[in-house]
């Protein structure tokens, strides 16, 4: 056999040799990168370097070597001591990191929005205040204005009584008007009575002074 045919036969013992698993994420160790070749051994060529913490999809793995896929699509072989089954410790702080920072940026966000709520609670407060005061400027507003038209109605009533009062006066002068207008009336017949009781009291005096014997007087007067 020539060199070349054991060549082949080593490979094809040794990928035999690979046990064949079901697929699952690994992670590049914690080495700052790692170098994807083109087949199991160091005189393979390296594709391309991966840095620490990244995952891969292992399609194949062995003791010494790992058939890996990106994410990215891109496949190789790396050494198994390389591959975690979960991020190395200096990824898993930088993404812890990354967490606390994640959730200060959030504290602070919450601390700003807990000012301006209390700023809007303030604001709020102090128009519930402003309103407050305006509705005390309303009510006594509305109380005065209740006195004042209560003021109308009071003078409605007054100004009825007074109309009624005139008219009772009014009935009342018209009755003495009446009773005024009778005894004048009384007045005037009495007089008129009078007036003529006196014109024939002195109409029946006339006559009794012109039957009375006046010249036998005289005769009596002339004998002396």
Same mark, same amino acid.
């Given at each position: 056999m020539n060199c070349k045919m054991r060549n082949s036969l080593f490979l094809l013992l040794l990928l035999a040799s690979f046990t064949a698993t079901a697929e699952t994420t690994r992670? @590049?160790? $914690? $080495?700052?990168? +790692? *170098?994807i070749r083109s087949g199991t051994s160091t005189k393979h060529k390296i594709l391309r370097f991966l840095n620490s913490g990244t995952p891969v999809v292992v399609l194949e793995e062995s003791e010494e070597y790992s058939h890996i896929k990106t !994410? /990215?699509? /891109? $496949?190789? #072989? %790396?050494?198994? =001591?390389?591959?975690? &089954?979960? *991020?190395? &410790?200096?990824v898993q702080l930088a993404k812890a990191g990354e967490t606390i920072q994640g959730l200060k940026e959030q504290r602070k966000d919450l601390r700003t929005e807990i000012s301006s709520q209390k700023q809007a609670l303030e604001e709020q407060s102090q128009i519930n205040q402003q309103l407050q005061t305006e509705n005390q400027d309303l009510n006594q507003r509305l109380s005065e204005?209740? =006195? %004042?038209?209560?003021? *109308? %109605?009071?003078?409605? =009533?007054? /100004?009825r009584t007074l109309k009624q009062d005139l008219e009772s006066e009014r009935q009342r002068s018209a009755r003495l008007e009446e009773e005024n207008k009778t005894l004048k009336d009384n007045? @005037?017949? !009495? #007089?008129?009575? +009078?007036?003529?009781?006196?014109? @024939?009291?002195?109409l029946i005096l006339g006559l009794i002074i012109t039957r009375i014997p006046w010249r036998r007087r005289k005769d009596d007067w002339g004998g002396y």
């Open positions: 992670f @590049i160790s $914690d $080495d700052l990168t +790692v *170098p !994410q /990215n699509g /891109n $496949d190789g #072989w %790396v050494l198994s =001591k390389y591959l975690m &089954a979960e *991020p190395s &410790a200096r204005l209740q =006195k %004042v038209a209560a003021h *109308p %109605v009071q003078l409605e =009533k007054e /100004n007045s @005037i017949r !009495q #007089w008129f009575m +009078v007036g003529g009781g006196v014109s @024939i009291g002195s």
